[in-house]
């Protein structure tokens, strides 16, 4: 039975972490790539990553650029929720995907994320991404 409940988490967190997969890539000029080799699935935006998603932990995470404040108070908030793994640990939270973020919560973290970097780019790069 253990057995059991332990495979159908793994399938569940795969499930969630190809759906959070295609909404990152779904995100206008977005690109998804590997340059820190297969185990990190980086999306940038206009060149400027704005998440990174684990691809051989069990369960996966993401990391995404956070505010300061908000990031402190979900590390503080939520369990799988910590400072930036290899990142800026003030600008940057690291998710668990294993279902202790509420999916919409989820979601619109990595709308932040990208929000803030595409806030930050290039006047021409900003008016480049708004024709895509």
């Given at each position: ?38 185990d990190a699935y980086v999306f ?68 932040g994320s990208y929000k803030l ?14 024709q895509l």
């Open positions: 039975m253990r057995d059991l409940q332990s495979s159908l988490l793994i399938k569940i967190n795969h499930m969630k972490k190809i759906k959070l997969e295609a909404f990152l890539g779904s995100l206008g000029g977005t690109e998804g790539s590997y340059p820190f080799g297969p940038k935006v206009m060149g400027k990553m704005f998440a990174l998603v684990s691809q051989n932990d069990s369960p996966a995470r993401v990391t995404l650029k956070c505010n300061p404040s908000d990031a402190q108070a979900l590390v503080e908030q939520f369990e799988s929720i910590i400072p930036g793994y290899y990142m800026n640990k003030k600008h940057w939270i690291t998710i668990s995907l294993e279902g202790g973020v509420p999916d919409g919560l989820l979601m619109d973290l990595v709308e970097i595409a806030g930050k780019l290039k006047k021409a790069d900003k008016l480049e991404l708004e």
